[in-house]
C-alpha cells in the first residue's frame, strides 16, 4: 500500500502524488478484482473503475492508515456490481497461477473456486491481501465474527481437496496449511 504520506498529498489534489497514487495501487485493484471475477478484461475494466472512484472521492478519506481497507472496499463493491449486472455464473480460477509451482497454484485456485462466494471473497482477502478479520469485515460490511465463521468454514470445506497439495509459495503454503 502506498506511504501515509502520498495519500495525504493525492488528498490535498497534488496531480503528481495523486498519479503516482493510481501507480501504486493499481496492482493491487487488479488483483483483487480479478480474484473475484476471474476474467482478465473485466477486471482490468473494475480496477480501473475502483482507481477512478477513488481518485474522485479520496478527499472524503478520513485519515491515511484507512487508506487500504477504503480502498479494497471500492474495488470490491465495483467487482461485485459489475458481476450482477452481467449476471454469468461464478467464475473458474483455475487458471490463475502465480509465478510458483503452476501445479499447486492451479490445485489452489481450483479448490477455491469450488467455494461459495461468500467463503471465497474472505478467503482472498485474508490469504491474497493479507487483511484482518476486522478489515475484511470492513470492506465486506460484515461483522467480524461473520469474516471468522467464514474463514473457519472454508478452511473445513478446502481442508479435503488440498491434503496432497505440496507447499511451494508462501501463499500456497499458508492456504494449505491453514486448510489442513
Do not use: K, N
Not at 501504486?24 to 482478465?40: E, F, S, T
Not at 465495483?78 to 503452476?102: G, K, M, N, S, V
Not at 474472505?122 to 460490511?141: G, K, Q, T
Amino acid at each position: 500500500m502506498p506511504p501515509p504520506e502520498l495519500i495525504e498529498g493525492a488528498q490535498r489534489g497534488g496531480a503528481t502524488e495523486i498519479e503516482r497514487l493510481i501507480e501504486v495501487i493499481w496492482p493491487d485493484a487488479y488483483r483483487l478484482a480479478y480474484a473475484i471475477l476471474g476474467d482478465r478484461p473485466s477486471a482490468q475494466d473494475v480496477a480501473q473503475d475502483a482507481c477512478i472512484v477513488a481518485y474522485r472521492t479520496i478527499s472524503s478519506l478520513r485519515s491515511a492508515p484507512a487508506f487500504r481497507v477504503w480502498f479494497y472496499r471500492i474495488v470490491v463493491r465495483r467487482a461485485l456490481d459489475f458481476q450482477r449486472r452481467r449476471a454469468r455464473p461464478e467464475p473458474i480460477l483455475a487458471h490463475t497461477i502465480t509465478d510458483t509451482d503452476r501445479s499447486v497454484s492451479i490445485d489452489i485456485w481450483r479448490a477455491l473456486s469450488t467455494l461459495p462466494r461468500a467463503l471465497r471473497d474472505v478467503v482472498v482477502l485474508h490469504y491474497f491481501e493479507d487483511l484482518s478479520s476486522r478489515e475484511i469485515a470492513s470492506v465486506l460490511r460484515i461483522p467480524d465474527g461473520t469474516v471468522r465463521f467464514r474463514l473457519m468454514t472454508a478452511r473445513r470445506l478446502l481442508r479435503p481437496q488440498l491434503s496432497d497439495v505440496p507447499d511451494t509459495s508462501h501463499t500456497d503454503r499458508e492456504v494449505r496449511t491453514h486448510a489442513i
